[in-house]
């Protein structure tokens, strides 16, 4: 049984992730009606994975006898200067999801909840490697420059580092 501080923190990370899951969405949409056709798969499919993300804190919270709460969203940014501010956006909002995951998991280990701590275990390595690619490709930005063929070059790039799209929500 989960309680009840940690269910209200489990419900707001899933709040967050479905926000995440807004907000990449918009910046596929961006991507896609500026002809960023590479980055805006690369979006639609953070976005899915983000909902996926969701979902597992979703399940998580009902199979340990709490109450998962759908939430209500705010509107997400929908439209950005250029590439490398939607790039330091994506950088920005993992970030924070990391923090956030990482009070879960003190929470967690205060409360001796051995089943929240392992199953957020997850979610630690998922923010590690989020969180270096979006560096890495605001890097890439960033040394490519978006003058000329840059910005043909970057979208390359960055549609390259879209992962299929997932589907399995149940896992
Ligand atoms: Fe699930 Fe990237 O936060």
Same mark, same amino acid.
């Given at each position: 049984?989960v309680?009840?501080?940690?269910?209200?923190?489990?419900?707001?990370?899933?709040?967050?992730?479905?926000?995440a899951?807004?907000?990449?969405?918009?910046?596929?949409?961006?991507?896609?009606?500026?002809?960023l056709?590479?980055s805006?798969?690369? !979006?639609?499919?953070?976005s899915?994975?983000?909902?996926?993300?969701?979902l597992?804190l !979703?399940?998580f919270?009902?199979?340990r006898?709490?109450?998962?709460?759908?939430?209500?969203?705010?509107?997400p940014?929908?439209? !950005?200067?250029?590439?490398?501010?939607?790039?330091?956006? !994506?950088?920005?909002?993992?970030?924070?999801?990391?923090?956030?995951?990482n009070?879960?998991?003190?929470?967690?280990?205060?409360?001796?909840d051995?089943t929240?701590?392992?199953?957020?275990?997850?979610?630690i390595?998922?923010?590690?490697?989020?969180?270096?690619?979006?560096?890495t490709?605001?890097?890439?930005?960033?040394?490519i420059?978006?003058?000329?063929?840059?910005?043909?070059l970057?979208?390359?790039?960055?549609g390259?580092k879209a992962?299929?799209s997932v589907?399995?929500?149940?896992?």
């Amino acid at each position: 049984m989960v309680g009840k501080k940690l269910e209200k923190l489990l419900n707001e990370q899933l709040e967050m992730e479905a926000y995440a899951s807004s907000s990449y969405l918009a910046m596929a949409s961006w991507c896609e009606v500026n002809g960023l056709d590479g980055s805006a798969t690369f !979006f639609y499919n953070q976005s899915d994975e983000e909902r996926m993300h969701m979902l597992k804190l !979703f399940r998580f919270i009902n199979e340990r006898g709490g109450h998962a709460i759908t939430p209500s969203l705010k509107k997400p940014k929908t439209s !950005f200067k250029n590439i490398l501010e939607l790039m330091e956006t !994506f950088l920005e909002h993992e970030r924070s999801v990391t923090e956030a995951v990482n009070k879960l998991v003190y929470i967690a280990g205060q409360e001796k909840d051995y089943t929240s701590l392992n199953f957020l275990q997850w979610y630690i390595s998922e923010q590690h490697e989020e969180e270096t690619l979006a560096r890495t490709l605001l890097d890439k930005i960033k040394l490519i420059g978006m003058q000329g063929s840059g910005l043909y070059l970057i979208d390359k790039e960055i549609g390259l580092k879209a992962t299929p799209s997932v589907n399995n929500t149940t896992e």
